[in-house]
């Protein structure tokens, strides 16, 4: 897969990742105040390794011809861990705000 397409693919993954984390800011303002304290660690931490990918991204844009390529795993593996938590804080939400009701 050649660079930029490859950035593309990234980016955009990482750019539907935060709409859905923001998406889950949203939904957790219903959530009872236990819930919702968890959930906003949660998100902060979802934050902060979205902008690790975000960095990762960036040094892959940087990088030379002949480097990129040794960066991707790291940057998809940073892509990843923010997925991995995402369906994670998703999940909890979703069984937290079910014992709510």
Request: no cysteine.
């Amino acid at each position: 897969m050649i660079r930029n397409a490859y950035l593309k693919k990234m980016e955009e993954g990482l750019h539907k990742l935060e709409a859905e984390i923001d998406s889950l800011e949203k939904w957790a303002g219903g959530a009872s105040s236990e819930a919702k304290e968890d959930l906003s660690r949660r998100i902060d931490a979802l934050r902060g390794k979205a902008a690790v990918a975000r960095g990762r991204i960036r040094d892959v844009r940087k990088a030379g011809d002949a480097t990129w390529g040794r960066l991707k795993i790291r940057t998809e593996e940073a892509v990843d861990d923010v997925r991995k938590d995402l369906d994670a804080a998703v999940r909890k939400f979703r069984k937290t705000g079910s014992e709510d009701r």
